[in-house]
Antibody
Framework: QVHLVQSGAEVKKPGASVKVSCKASGYTFTSYEINWVRQATGQGLEWMGWMNPNSGNTGYVQKFQGRVTINRDTSISTAYMELSSLRSEDTAVYYC???????????WGQGTVVTVSS | SYELTQPPSVSVSPGQTASITCSGD??????SYWYQQKSGQSPVLVIYQDNQRPSGIPERFSGSNSGNTATLTISGTQALDEADYYC?????????FGGGTKMTVL
């Protein structure tokens, strides 16, 4: 069974950073891109960026350039998304998703709730 | 930047056919994808590359994409199909989602 299991909920203060993990199982971690998508409460899906776990190459949507970093630890088949300089508008559920050979997000993590509040 | 536009909501009676549209400039020149998201759950892929169904997705889900519009069609809609639906496409290796359509079955 292919799974992506994410780390637990986080509460952060404005200006802090958060790092969310996404552990892959049931497939070869380095064979498929990991993407990150977020969803504010009651809002739609927002794509943030991607990472090639084999090369470590990444790409981010311009909105998050300079604030987001996606990396990985291949020894434990885990991807990470770190978002810095948090503000209240970053309060959302953050998902990791696998991009398959047809470029679809075929497997999603369960989501991680990040709350930014003073 | 590339944008995808969906109607905010659609309503359908059980057993009827629902159609959800997704509009974008020359969308038909690229592949479209559709995701179903039920309340409190992660999204699930229901259509990929315009009209392909992943294994485990019922045959009543189908898709098309031409010109500026991709369409998700759900035939013989059931109560369990009530959910938010999102279209998605790629623009120069950047993922783009539509705003989502809330489908109500009543």
């Amino acid at each position: 069974q292919v799974h992506l299991v994410q780390s637990g909920a986080e509460v952060k203060k404005p200006g802090a950073s958060v790092k969310v993990s996404c552990k892959a199982s049931g497939y070869t971690f380095t064979s498929y891109e990991i993407n990150w998508v977020r969803q504010a409460t009651g809002q739609g899906l927002e794509w943030m960026g991607w990472m090639n776990p084999n090369s470590g190459n990444t790409g981010y949507v311009q909105k998050f350039q300079g604030r987001v970093t996606i990396n990985r630890d291949t020894s434990i088949s885990t991807a990470y998304m770190e978002l810095s300089s948090l503000r209240s508008e970053d309060t959302a559920v953050y998902y990791c998703a696998r991009r398959d050979d047809s470029s679809a997000f075929d497997i999603w993590g369960q989501g991680t709730v990040v709350t930014v509040s003073s | 930047s590339y944008e995808l536009t969906q109607p905010p909501s659609v309503s359908v009676s059980p057993g009827q056919t629902a159609s959800i549209t997704c509009s974008g400039d020359k969308l038909g020149d690229r592949y479209s994808y559709w995701y179903q998201q039920k309340s409190g759950q992660s999204p699930v892929l229901v259509i990929y590359q315009d009209n392909q169904r992943p294994s485990g997705i019922p045959e009543r889900f189908s898709g098309s994409n031409s010109g500026n519009t991709a369409t998700l069609t759900i035939s013989g809609t059931q109560a369990l199909d009530e959910a938010d639906y999102y279209c998605q496409a790629w623009d120069s290796n950047t993922g783009v989602f539509g705003g989502g359509t809330k489908m109500t079955v009543l």
